[in-house]
C-alpha cells in the first residue's frame, strides 16, 4: 500500500497569512504516461464529509477559491492556503488514488487561527 | 446536481452484520466513468478507505477488511449498498458513500455520511 504521510499534524496561522500543509507518498503517484500526478487534496469541516479542493496534485477543483494551491509531483506535494480565511478552519488531508487500489489517505492536518 | 445519500441503522450489535445503502440522484450508476465508493471515520480520526465497485460489479476492497466486507450494485434502483461482518466496537464510525472518477479528478462527490455504532 502506499503510504500517505502529512506535515505538520496542526498549524494555527493568523487571518490573512499563508498555511502550507506537506504531504509525502510512501512511492512515487506520478503517471509517466500522461505526467498526472494522482493526488487529491479534500478539506473537512466539523460534522461534514470532506470536500474535494484539488485533484492531479495541483487543479482546483469548480469553485474552489483561487487561494487554495496545490503543487509537488511524485512523492512530494504541497497544499498552500495563500491568506487564510475565518471559514478555512478545517482539517485538511491527502489522497493518492493512483493506480491499484487501496486508496490511502494522509492523517490529516488541523487549521486553526492564531 | 448528483447527490449521493446514506441509509441504514444507526445502531448495530456485536457479531452482526452492518448493511448500509447509498442511493444517488442525479446521475446514473450504469453510465460508467465512475467508482462508487464507500468511507469511513472512526470517531475523531482519520479517513479510511472500505471499498469501491463499478456499475458492471467489479469491486476491489481495502486488504484489511476484505474477509468481511461486500459491496454490491443495484443498477435497477441507482443505489450501491455496503455489507460488513462480524462487527465489533472497533467498526464504530461514520460511514461516507462518494464517487470517484475512474483515473481523474479524485472522490469528487459525498454522502453527509451515517454514524454507526457497534454496541449491545
Known amino acids: 500500500d502506499i503510504v500517505m504521510t502529512q506535515s505538520p499534524d496542526s498549524l494555527a496561522v493568523s487571518l490573512g497569512e499563508r498555511a502550507t500543509i506537506n504531504c509525502k507518498s510512501s512511492?512515487?503517484?506520478?503517471?509517466?504516461?500522461?505526467?498526472?500526478?494522482?493526488l487529491a487534496w479534500y478539506q473537512q469541516k466539523p460534522g461534514q464529509p470532506p470536500k474535494l479542493l484539488i485533484y492531479w496534485a495541483s487543479t482546483r477543483e469548480s469553485g474552489v477559491p483561487d487561494r487554495f494551491r496545490g503543487s509537488g509531483s511524485g512523492t512530494d506535494f504541497t497544499l498552500t492556503i495563500s491568506s487564510l480565511q475565518a471559514e478555512d478552519v478545517a482539517v485538511y488531508y491527502c489522497?493518492?488514488?493512483?493506480?491499484?487500489?487501496?486508496?490511502?489517505f494522509g492523517q490529516g492536518t488541523k487549521v486553526e487561527i492564531k | 446536481q448528483v447527490q449521493l445519500q446514506e441509509s441504514g441503522p444507526g445502531l448495530v450489535k456485536p457479531s452482526q452484520t452492518l448493511s448500509l445503502t447509498c442511493t444517488v440522484s442525479?446521475?446514473?450508476?450504469?453510465?460508467?466513468?465512475?467508482?462508487w465508493t464507500w468511507i469511513r471515520q472512526h470517531p475523531g480520526k482519520g479517513l479510511e478507505w472500505i471499498g469501491y465497485i463499478f456499475y458492471s460489479g467489479s469491486t476491489y476492497y481495502n486488504p484489511s477488511l476484505r474477509s468481511r466486507v461486500s459491496i454490491s450494485v443495484d443498477t435497477s434502483k441507482n443505489q450501491f449498498s455496503l455489507k460488513l461482518t462480524s462487527l465489533t466496537a472497533a467498526d464504530t464510525a461514520v460511514y461516507y458513500c462518494?464517487?470517484?472518477?475512474?483515473?481523474?479528478?479524485?472522490?469528487?462527490?459525498w454522502g453527509q455520511g451515517t454514524t454507526v455504532t457497534v454496541s449491545s
Open positions: 462518494a464517487r470517484e472518477g475512474i483515473g481523474t479528478v479524485g472522490m469528487d462527490v
Open positions: 442525479g446521475d446514473s450508476i450504469s453510465s460508467g466513468g465512475y467508482y
Open positions: 489522497q493518492q488514488y493512483y493506480s491499484t487500489p487501496p486508496r490511502t
Open positions: 512511492q512515487s503517484v506520478l503517471n509517466s504516461s500522461n505526467n498526472r500526478n494522482y
